[in-house]
């Protein structure tokens, strides 16, 4: 076995970014002395990584526009506010575009959509790109026109003079090549005081077929000629197969292909309860060598800690002061969590005439085909990855690791006769025991203050696996069907995220201002579970650890926790999140909770270098009923220029929600061999009854660039729930989930 079936295996890989060009030597005399050719200048956003304009934009003979975007739909509203960028630059009606997601055949490879990084950087690049575009077919129309570029203007891509009648389209313009030239980033996108489309609240392109029962989701793609598929898993991670009867799941009808390969069992049926029935029957005749592999859940936080480490300091400044009155310590920590998609990881492959299309929800279609390759030991230009949605995930999910099942499959039938298309969907036990978890991690604060009450020192580590197992490094595969083949593909060394971004180490510098000051990350190559990225990464835990400690030392020093924050906050645009949320919230200075009911606040500049949130949280604690519930959040938001105001609040309102459900209610739960969490049973999460209202005021700043902001409200809102808890009851509970059973023992 070679993926990470032990405590201790490594998971991850740093990701290298590109740079903008090779170095080639000249020829002749030149070559000689080694001189090299100058790299082109450095394009905006991600035009860097595809300089070609008509990689991002076609305009076509039929008065459309095709844009193409290699980010995908999450959920996000990504595919409408990029058409919004799109059309706001073109000077075209938004129905005019249609945007191509993710695909290896057709769109520019933008690596993942991660990080909250689409509109910062897909957008960044479409605006330049569309930008230009227009300029190119405005010189063509003043050429047309007998009129210089500088009177024309356009509307819906019919472009005029201002004091001729004559017009042409974009339509009349286009010829074949207009747009195949390399971008020069030079053209200026449009002043925020011109937009018409961006700023507004558009209709979502993809809602309508989620909400209706249409086809939204890979989950719902029906082919001609679909076979189903089903994967037996080991009980355990490590466990290898040492027997395997498959009469009884043969006996069934329609069974197209029964395949082992190693300790990999999978099955393909003509219809899917059938594949379903044969999972059943395949898993009750295999036969496992199985071992205690993982640590003990009861010593999570000791075990984190003791794994060896590579300590690194990414902030030290100032010499920490001789005297101060008062010094606190505190440790805070989270466990593994699922991504718990609503709609099991699904996939569909067909190897047709030697070359695979996979069609999958993974977040890296390029990536993903690295990956794919090595392990079915084809070439890259075998394999094409068409991106669908998946219902449900912020990260990475089981996306990757079932498009190489389905693949796997599909390469099974193709071996017995013409290729047909597999279906492979996992099941919920599947989802919950094998897609790679949230990384548990831990932390420790150190602080002192002076006698006027400020921060005088602070001192942070924290301890944590890495938070991308991600497909597409260097070395081996982490997908994880090709770690149990007879001759497996080995996982990668585990590398973690370098900042600025950072993995378990992301959101680990303040963004408040302390004199003196030591921040250090240890990084665990080792780790007791398969884990990757899951929404925020580190942020959630080092923001719940920072904002935590800060109400902590606001209480020793006496002070209101908001302003406490405010005397240590430099950065305008932080003190404006702030002073937003309090003023929105009605917050009282030196609010006094009631036993049962409190508020708190939490603030962060996601990745620092993202968009601003602050939350004000309150919470309700019955200990008669043992319930904590989040009856109300308020969030203030400055995320730059805002694209479409309705997608920024939908995505701080979900974050908010989803960080209630992790802060107050999930964890995966495991013994020394296996993992126990098999269903929603097992896996508790927040119910729509319990979901907090949520009011969002939004700081618009038009001249600012766009900010990501998927990702900025979750950790802000753990730490707004743990403060409104400890507001409300006097209970600092510092390891999440936040439970009645541990508020109660802080209680106690």
């Not at 575009?133 to 024309?152: C, D, F, M, N, S």
């Not at 991670?237 to 043969?250: H, K, M, N, Q």
């Not at 047709?352 to 977040?363: C, I, L, N």
């Not at 964890?667 to 098999?678: G, M, Q």
């Amino acid at each position: 076995m070679v993926g990470p079936s032990a405590f201790g295996l490594a998971l991850s890989r740093r990701r290298f970014a590109q740079g903008a060009g090779a170095l080639v030597l000249s020829f002749g005399l030149r070559s000689r002395v080694g001189l090299a050719q100058a790299a082109p200048a450095k394009l905006p956003g991600d035009l860097d990584h595809d300089r070609r304009l008509d990689a991002w934009i076609k305009i076509n003979a039929d008065g459309t526009v095709t844009v193409f975007t290699g980010k995908v739909e999450l959920g996000q509203g990504a595919k409408t506010a990029l058409a919004q960028i799109a059309a706001e630059e073109l000077d075209v009606a938004l129905g005019r575009v249609e945007l191509i997601t993710a695909d290896t055949a057709r769109t520019p490879d933008e690596g993942y959509t991660s990080g909250s990084q689409t509109i910062e950087y897909s957008g960044t690049a479409l605006r330049f790109a569309g930008a230009e575009a227009r300029q190119i077919l405005l010189e063509l129309a003043a050429q047309k026109l007998g009129v210089p570029v500088e009177r024309l203007i356009v509307a819906d891509g019919v472009i005029s003079a201002q004091d001729k009648p004559a017009t042409v389209s974009y339509w009349d313009l286009v010829r074949p090549g207009l747009l195949e030239r390399e971008a020069t980033g030079t053209v200026k996108p449009k002043p925020a005081a011109r937009h018409t489309i961006v700023g507004t609240a558009v209709e979502r392109v993809d809602i309508p077929g989620k909400v209706t029962g249409g086809v939204a989701y890979v989950q719902d793609l029906r082919l001609p000629g679909m076979l189903f598929g089903r994967i037996v898993r080991p009980p355990s991670p490590g466990a290898v197969l040492t027997a395997l009867d498959e009469a009884p799941a043969r006996k069934l009808p329609g069974i197209v292909a029964i395949v082992r390969d190693g300790s990999f069992v999978g099955v393909v049926a003509e219809r899917e309860e059938h594949a379903i029935e044969a999972r059943t029957r395949l898993r009750a005749g295999a036969q496992w060598r199985e071992q205690d592999s993982l640590p003990d859940p009861k010593e999570l936080e000791a075990a984190l800690l003791a794994l060896p480490s590579q300590p690194s300091t990414i902030s030290q400044k100032g010499t920490p002061p001789a005297r101060t009155t008062k010094t606190l310590a505190a440790r805070y920590a989270r466990p593994f969590i699922a991504h718990a998609s609503i709609g099991p990881s699904c996939a569909v492959a067909e190897l047709r005439d030697g070359a695979y299309t996979v069609w999958s929800h993974s977040q890296g279609v390029f990536p993903l085909r690295r990956d794919l390759a090595k392990v079915l030991n084809v070439g890259e230009d075998k394999l094409r990855i068409i991106h669908l949605e998946g219902s449900g995930c912020y990260g990475h999910n089981g996306a990757d690791d079932v498009a190489l099942d389905a693949a796997l499959l599909a390469r099974a039938v193709a071996a017995t006769g013409p290729g047909r298309p597999v279906k492979l969907q996992w099941m919920r036990d599947d989802e919950f025991q094998w897609e790679p978890y949230g990384t548990a991690m831990v932390t420790e604060i150190k602080a002192a203050l002076d006698d006027k009450g400020m921060i005088a020192d602070w001192h942070y580590e924290v301890w944590s696996p890495t938070h991308s197992t991600r497909p597409g490094q260097r070395g081996g595969s982490f997908l994880l069907a090709g770690w149990y083949l007879d001759k497996p593909i080995a996982a990668p060394t585990p590398v973690g995220i370098p900042l600025p971004a950072g993995g378990g180490d992301r959101n680990a510098l303040p963004l408040y201002d302390f004199p003196s000051q030591r921040v250090v990350h240890h990084f665990t190559e080792a780790q007791p579970l398969h884990v990757s990225a899951l929404r925020t990464l580190g942020a959630h835990c080092n923001v719940f650890s920072i904002e935590s400690f800060m109400d902590e030392l606001a209480a020793a020093a006496g002070a209101d926790p908001v302003q406490f924050r405010l005397a240590h906050l430099q950065d305008p645009r932080g003190r404006a999140v702030l002073e937003a949320a309090a003023e929105r919230a009605r917050w009282q200075p030196h609010e006094k909770g009631d036993g049962s009911r409190g508020r708190g606040v939490g603030f962060a500049k996601y990745k620092n270098l993202s968009t601003y949130v602050a939350v004000i949280a309150e919470v309700a604690v019955d200990r008669a009923k043992d319930t904590v519930r989040v009856v109300k959040a308020t969030a203030a938001v400055d995320a730059g220029q805002i694209v479409n105001p309705n997608g920024l609040t939908n995505q701080i309102e979900g974050g908010i929600i989803q960080a209630t459900s992790w802060t107050l209610k999930e964890a995966i739960k495991f013994d020394r061999r296996r993992i126990l969490t098999e269903s929603w049973a097992d896996y508790e999460i927040l119910t729509f009854p319990e979901v907090p209202a949520v009011d969002i005021v939004l700081l618009d700043r038009p001249d600012e660039r766009s900010l990501g902001a998927g990702e900025a409200s979750t950790g802000p809102m753990a730490a707004a729930i743990a403060n409104a808890i400890a507001n409300a009851t006097g209970a600092r509970v510092r390891s999440m989930p936040l439970t009645p059973a541990k508020i109660a023992a802080a209680l106690g």
